[in-house]
Structure formats: C-alpha cells, structure tokens
C-alpha cells in the first residue's frame, strides 16, 4: 500500500473509532438545515431603485421625491422604458423598478384607478421584500393622501402590482437556505482537517510520524482529501434537505454546484493548514479558527448583502472567498445559472484556492 | 564501530537563557552498546535525543547516526531509527493492533516481518489487541510503544525517559527487553532520571545544565570517586542535615534514603566516631549512627554537580 494509502486508512479508522465526529457531521447539516431557516429575519436599507416615470407631471415627482425622503432607497437610475430599468435588474445595478406609467395624474385626476408596477429582484430575497414592502406603503399612504385632498370617493386610486424576480413567492427560506449550505461546508472543511491535525500534534503523534520515512506532503494530503470527502458528504446532505424539504436546487446545475463546493473545500482545507501551523493546542486553532470563520460567515454576504454594508467593508468582500462561493451558490440555486454566468467567481474561487494552498505548504515547511 | 558520533552540540532556544544543550568535544557511542544519559528534569536530554532523532536541528556541532548526518541526512537516519518519546504518543483511538500495523506500514513493513523482535514483548499485549490504546494502563501503554518503535528493526533505538511513571516491575521488565536488544546487536540509548538504573547501563553520561559532566561506565564512575563517604543517622534527621552542614570537615551533605550522606573534605583528619561523637556532645542528638559506606552513581552525581 502507498503512503497515501495507508494514512488514508488510518485516518478513517481513528475517524470511526471516535465517538462523537461522526455524529457531528451528521447532525451538524441536519440541524442548521432544519431549524436555523426557521427562525431567522432581517432589516434592509439602501434599496436601490430603478425609476420608469412615463408620467413626468407633479404627481409623480411629488411621489418620487417621498420615497427619496423615506431614507430607505437610492436612485440608481431614471429610465425611459420597462426593458431598461429591466436590465439594469438583471445585471444587478438595481434592487426594485418603480414604474409610473402615462397619463397617472390625469387618471387620478378623472378619479380612475391607475396601475404602479413595482418589480423587485427577489435573489436577495430579505432586500426583495422588504425594499417592495416599504415601498408600497408610501405609494399606499400617498394615493390615501391624494384621495383625501381630491375629495374622491375611491378610496385608493393608486394600486400596486408587486412583482418578485427569481424568488416570485418571496420565499426568505429561498435566500437562507444557500446560505445554510454553505455555513456547513465552511464548519465541516474548516474545523475538521484542522483540529485532526493539532490533535496530533497535542498528543505528540506527529512526532512519531515526523521520525518516520513518511513524507509530510502525504500526511497532509492525506487529511485533506479525507475530510475533503467529508465535507462533500455534509454538503450533500444539505442539497438532498435544500431539495426535499424546502424544493431548492431545482434550477441550477449539480455539476456547477459540485464544482464550486469543491474549490471551496480545497481552499478551507489549505486554510485550516494554515491555522494548524500557527497552533500548538486545539484551544488555540479552535479560537483561531473561529474567528475567521465568523468573518467568512458574516462579512460576505450570507447572511446580510453586501450593499448594505459600509463601503470600506464592500471594498473587504473582495478578498473574501466566500464572496464568490456565495455569489456561484446563489445564483445556481435561484437563478438557474451556469459556469458561462460565473466565469469571474469561479477563477476567483480558484485563485483563492491555490494562493491559500501554496501559503500554507510554504509555511508548513518553515514550522518543521 | 561507532554507531553515534556527537561533536560539540549545541541548541538554544531563547537567547536571554543559557543553552538547552551545550556539549563540548566529542561523544562515541559503540554498535551495539547500551547508553545511558542520567540528569534530572530540565538537563537537556529530550532536546538531546530530539536533535539526535532529526526533529530538531542543532545551533551548532554535528552528529552522525551510523555514519549518517542528523541534519544532511535525515530522511535515511529515519529509515534506520526507533525512537520512543517520554510522553505517551500513540493513537489512543485506534486499537493495540491497529497501532502496530499502522506504525510497521509507516516504515513499508507488516507486523509479521519483525515479529520475532518484538515476541517476547508483545505476547503480554495479545490479550488486548483490540483495545484502544489510550485505554491500556500505563505499563502496557509503554509496551505497545516499545513495540510500534521496534517493528522496523531499526538498527539504533532511542528511549526517552521511559521508566516515568511505570511501576517498579514493568521497569524491570523494560531493562530485561532492553538487554535482549543490546544482545540482538541494536545501539540502545535510554535516558533516565533514576540513578539506579543507569547500573544497568553499559557506559553512562551524566547530564547537568545541558553539559555531559563525565562519560564512563558505571563501574569507573564509581572507582574513580575520591572522597570519603560516611552515612549518618539520628533520631533528629531534620536538624541533623543543617547541623552536619555547620561542621568543618564536612564538605558536602544531601538526604540518601532514610539517612544522610556526607562527603569529607580532602586532607581532614575526621572519622566516622568522631563525628559521631561531635553531633553527641556539641549538637546533642540521639541515637547517632555514623559509618563508613561505597558510593553509589547517586553519590557520583552529587558530588559532580558542583564542579
């Protein structure tokens, strides 16, 4: 047997004979994936609003010109027709449309009910509904306004038609759901091959592998690749829960899925090595460990957008991974997207990957 | 034939201590001998064997295992090495066996290959094969380690520490092993904070702030100390050692046992009843016995520090 071979073997045994691993890994997705979509909820600001006003009369600005005070909004742009502010949707420079359309304030005015289209990108499903909500109760509260002062006996003349891209049941589930995926990859690639290894070298281990002929590099591939078909393990478990429990992953492509969860593994398990180098003690790389998981979990947007962030911090999502693990995840879940769509994630995703591999092989030596 | 060649080792590891090792000229030690190196804790042996054992490289010097540079040429001195550590550094998950196998796998063997070293060590284990290993009691923890450090047949074995904490029968044991293996023709070096097993050494080195202080057999140590040694007891043995202490023909004074040993300056004209009868009249203890008795390592080693 290679020296591969038989590490392999050892690691599996020592992974079968402890009592509580295995029953982490299994528990560990299922939990997140059953109870934490369950109870989870946030507040969005900035909204980024694509305005069609084919109106262009008092009323319209006067509309306008509440929603800019709500506070809650940014104009990111004024179009000219439906299809344009639709694009600039579909690229992601703008959250939700406001379309006024021709002749309102005539309608209104002749007391007929007029039609404002409010189209939201529900990818990012909290800023989806929330942004659409907010949104309507002004409109709401301004047609009650217009009613009172015209003296008209329609109670609203201005109704909303709501309109969710993406995510049309605006599911919150839908936009958590990814996200609890990738926290369980994240855990699992993290902490696993990294506390194995310092286990080690707390209980001297590594010692009797250092007097040995075995190489370093196969030792450690050893445990990557291992918990690298753990962390694939968990992760599967939470697609087939994402698929049967809450009808996610229908859209997108296994193959983009796996591919993308892969890269990630490699690159937390390079990650973890790099901890496992700067730790004498589990103590020590669980802390350690923690908090740059903390970082990756809550700084890249998993949880909360990253437009609504700070913009020095935006500027910090960029050297995040999980930025783009994220950005693949989500858009292949929801959106249905392909490696065509995501060609700038995924070679980001890659590079983080091997610099990270390559630091941390650079700085295994150093240690030994 | 020189199996371990040493030439002025030296490691720091901070630079406002003084070394954790620091030996000066040149150490051998022959095929097929069993060596001791004898110090209290914090002497400097673990650094010792670790930098022997290629897991840490030295600041200065060299040495040569077989032949073969610790530093230059690592990865060959691992293929002929045993080296057991002080701690107890097995898989405690996996079971005896599978530590065996894994360990002779380590060095491209099966447990069959060898097994003819280790039988007489390991047929106390079979019992518990399929025991985890960090469920085994302390003697046979060092037994199975023993054995997975022995299952390539390595040609020099290295033993730190390895009668700490082990009761007084499975020592004895682990030197009978020992002597089998010198017999076999394997280079065993063992070191010990325990002064009476060094007896059992071929040649000892005693060791003392990083330092070698003397390297000879247990038998020249013995011989070749000078001074004499009286025994001394009384029905005060606390004030006894301060008061032996205050007397000018004693040089040195240190608990043995359950008496004391005291060594006499060079050129007094002191004796034992002379003694006895100082501590009678001018100290007023009871019960005083004071006689002449050889010296043991201990007393070697006592009497070395100082120098």
């Known amino acids: 047997m290679s020296a591969f071979g038989y590490l392999f073997v050892k690691e599996a045994r020592q992974f079968k004979s402890n009592p509580f691993m295995p029953v982490v890994l299994i528990l560990l997705p299922l939990l997140l994936m059953l109870v934490v979509p369950l109870a989870a909820n946030m507040e969005v600001r900035d909204v980024r609003l694509s305005i069609v006003d084919r109106d262009r009369s008092t009323m319209s600005t006067q509309l306008i010109d509440r929603i800019s005070r709500s506070g809650y909004f940014v104009f990111s742009s004024y179009e000219d027709s439906y299809e344009d502010a639709m694009e600039q949707l579909s690229k992601g420079r703008a959250d939700i449309i406001m379309e006024i359309p021709e002749g309102a304030e005539r309608s209104v005015g002749n007391g007929e009910n007029v039609e404002i289209l409010i189209a939201a990108n529900a990818v990012n499903n909290t800023k989806g509904t929330m942004g659409g909500g907010y949104l309507s109760s002004i409109v709401t509260d301004y047609s009650a306004e217009l009613s009172g002062s015209s003296g008209l006996e329609t109670s609203s003349p201005l109704t909303i038609i709501p309109q969710y891209r993406y995510n049309p049941h605006l599911e919150y589930k839908l936009f958590m759901v990814p996200a609890l995926m990738i926290v369980v990859i994240i855990l699992v690639g993290g902490f696993f091959p990294t506390l194995s290894i310092v286990s080690e070298k707390e209980n001297g281990t590594i010692e009797q592998i250092n007097v040995s002929p075995v190489r370093k590099r196969d030792f450690i591939l050893s445990k990557v690749v291992f918990y690298g078909i753990l962390g694939i393990f968990a992760f599967t478990l939470a697609i087939v829960i994402a698929h049967f429990v809450y009808g996610l992953a229908s859209h997108g492509g296994l193959l983009e899925i796996y591919v993308s969860s892969m890269i990630f593994l490699v690159f937390m398990g390079g990650f973890g090595l790099i901890i496992s180098n700067y730790s004498e003690t589990m103590l020590q790389s669980v802390f350690l460990m923690l908090f740059f998981v903390l970082i990756f979990m809550l700084m890249s947007g998993i949880f909360t957008p990253v437009s609504s962030m700070e913009t020095w911090s935006q500027y910090v999502t960029y050297i995040l991974p999980t930025r783009y693990f994220v950005n693949i995840l989500r858009a292949v879940c929801l959106k249905g997207s392909s490696f065509s769509d995501l060609t700038f994630d995924f070679v980001m995703l890659s590079v983080f990957a091997v610099v990270i591999n390559i630091f941390a092989v650079v700085t295994y030596k150093k240690q030994s | ?307």
């Not at chain 2, 400097?44 to 540079?69: C, H």
């Not at chain 2, 390991?122 to 290993?133: D, M, Q, S, T, V």
């Not at chain 2, 009678?280 to 120098?307: F, I, Q, R, W």
Request: charged share 30%.
């Open chain 2, 1 to 307: 034939m020189d199996a371990i060649v040493i030439r002025g080792l030296r490691k720091s590891f901070r630079k406002d201590q003084p070394p954790a090792v620091c030996l000066q000229g040149e150490t051998v030690i022959r095929k097929g001998e069993l060596f001791g190196i004898i110090g209290p804790d914090g002497a400097g042996k673990t650094t010792l064997f670790r930098m022997l054992a290629t897991l840490l490289d030295p600041d200065e010097g060299s040495a040569t295992l077989e032949g073969l540079d610790v530093v230059r040429d690592y990865r060959k001195i691992r293929t002929i090495l045993g080296y057991m550590p002080g701690k107890f550094s097995l898989y405690s998950d996996l079971s005896v066996k599978e530590n065996l196998e894994f360990f002779a796998s380590v060095f491209g063997k099966d447990i069959d290959s060898n097994y003819d070293l280790i039988e007489n060590i390991y047929c106390r284990l079979r019992p518990f094969e399929k025991r985890k290993a960090g469920k085994l009691s302390g003697g046979m923890k060092q037994k199975l380690a023993l054995c997975c450090s022995l299952i390539h047949s390595p040609s020099i074995l290295f033993l730190d520490e390895p009668t700490t904490g082990v009761d007084p029968s499975s020592r004895r044991e682990l030197w009978e092993n020992l002597a089998q293996l010198k017999a076999a023709g394997m280079t065993v070096v063992v070191s010990t904070a325990y002064m009476d097993e060094a007896d059992r050494c071929d040649r000892v080195a005693m060791m003392k702030s990083g330092r070698f202080l003397t390297v000879d057999s247990p038998g020249n140590i013995m011989k070749r100390f000078g001074k004499r040694l009286l025994a001394v007891r009384s029905d005060n043995m606390f004030s006894l050692l301060k008061d032996l202490r205050s007397l000018d023909a004693v040089e040195k004074c240190y608990t043995f046992g359950d008496t004391h040993h005291v060594t006499l300056k060079d050129g007094t004209e002191a004796d034992a009843a002379m003694i006895a009868s100082e501590l009678e009249s001018v100290y007023g203890h009871k019960g005083v016995k004071v006689y002449d008795v050889p010296a043991t390592l201990e007393d070697c080693y006592m009497n070395l520090e100082e120098e």
